[in-house]
C-alpha cells in the first residue's frame, strides 16, 4: 500500500498534529563517521539555484512510483550508518533525544546500527525504539539522517519530495513526524533565531510496511512558533531527514527503508 500526502488529502491518510512546544530546544544531531563509504558515487550533482533565489517547491502531488538508483538515498542493505556515497550525498545515521529522560535504542551520539528485517522482504532497515518519558518539557525522541559530511546544505532542488517506507512495531506509538531541516530552521543555518521547527508532515504509521511520498509543496512547519517563518521550504539548501516521535509516555518502535527522492520521469 502506497500513502501519497499533499495538503488536500491530509485527512484521508490520518495525519495528527503534534504538540508544537515538544520540538522545543531539540539538540543539534550528533553523527557517528565510523562507516566505510560504499554505494554507488558518480550521481550528476543537483545545479544550484541563483544567488538569493528560493527554489519553488514542486508540485504538491508527485508520482509513487520508484526511481532510478541515483534517486536513492538510503535503502540499508550495506548494513552500515551512512547512506548511499553518490554525488556529494555521504552523510551518516544517528538518533536524537531529549534530556528529561526519555529512552532510545541506539543510544544517542553512538554508531547507528541499522535492524534486521527490511521493508519488501529486504534484508535491513532503519529502526529506533524506546519510551518517551512520562513528564518534563520539551519530550522528543528522533532518528534520521545527514545529507552531506561533514554536515551542510545540500540541494535537492531537482527532486519534487521524499518517498520511503515505514511501520512500527507491535504496540508502539503511531503518530510521527517527518522533519527536513533546511537553512531556516536548522541551526547549522545560521538563519534561525528559533530553530528546530522543520518543514515536514504529521504521520499516522500502521504495523505494516507502506510507502510514504510527501512531496516538498506540501510540507508545512508547525504553527505557532519558529523564526523565520518562512512560505515553504527551501529545497536548494536541506540539511538532512528526521524521524521524530512526541508523546508522553508512549513506548515507540519506529522502522524506515528505502527512501528517495521523487521526481523522475
Not at 563509504?37 to 517547491?57: L, R, Y
Not at 526511481?67 to 556515497?85: M, S
Not at 527532486?159 to 522533519?179: D, E, I, N, Q
Not at 508547525?222 to 508523546?247: C, N, T, Y
Request: hydrophobic residues 35%; negative net charge.
Amino acid at each position: 500500500m502506497t500513502v501519497t500526502i499533499s495538503s488536500g488529502v491530509r485527512g484521508v491518510v490520518a495525519l495528527v498534529l503534534l504538540a508544537a512546544a515538544a520540538c522545543h530546544g531539540e539538540p543539534s544531531p550528533q553523527t557517528a563517521a565510523a562507516a566505510s563509504e560504499t554505494g554507488s558515487p558518480g550521481a550528476p550533482q543537483m545545479a544550484s539555484a541563483p544567488s538569493g533565489a528560493v527554489p519553488p517547491p514542486g508540485p504538491m502531488v508527485v508520482s509513487d512510483k520508484d526511481c532510478p538508483a541515483d534517486f536513492t538515498v538510503d535503502d540499508a542493505e550495506d548494513n552500515n550508518n551512512q547512506v548511499i556515497v553518490q554525488g556529494s550525498r555521504k552523510g551518516y545515521w544517528y538518533t536524537f533525544v531529549d534530556k528529561a529522560g526519555t529512552s532510545i535504542s541506539p543510544p544517542a551520539g553512538t554508531k547507528f546500527l541499522m535492524s534486521p528485517g527490511g521493508a519488501r522482504d529486504s534484508k535491513f532497515a532503519a529502526r529506533m525504539m524506546g519510551k518517551v518519558s512520562s513528564a518534563g518539557d520539551p519530550l522528543f525522541a528522533g532518528m534520521g539522517f545527514s545529507f552531506t559530511n561533514p554536515k551542510g546544505p545540500y540541494d535537492a532542488s531537482a527532486y519534487t519530495g521524499v518517498s520511503f517506507y515505514a511501520k512500527v512495531g507491535p504496540g508502539g506509538a503511531k503518530a510521527v513526524r517527518l522533519k527536513v531541516p533546511d537553512i531556516d530552521t536548522d541551526p547549522d543555518g545560521k538563519k534561525c533565531t528559533e530553530c528546530f521547527n522543520d518543514f515536514g508532515a504529521d504521520l499516522t504509521l500502521t504495523e505494516q510496511w507502506k510507502k510514504y511520498t510527501v512531496p516538498f509543496a506540501a510540507m508545512k512547519q508547525m504553527e505557532g512558533w519558529g523564526s523565520p517563518a518562512p512560505s515553504s521550504i527551501d529545497k536548494s539548501k536541506l540539511f538532512g531527514l528526521q524521524w521524530q516521535v512526541v508523546a508522553q509516555g508512549v513506548s515507540y518502535d519506529v522502522w524506515v527503508d528505502d527512501v528517495q527522492f521523487t521526481g523522475c520521469p
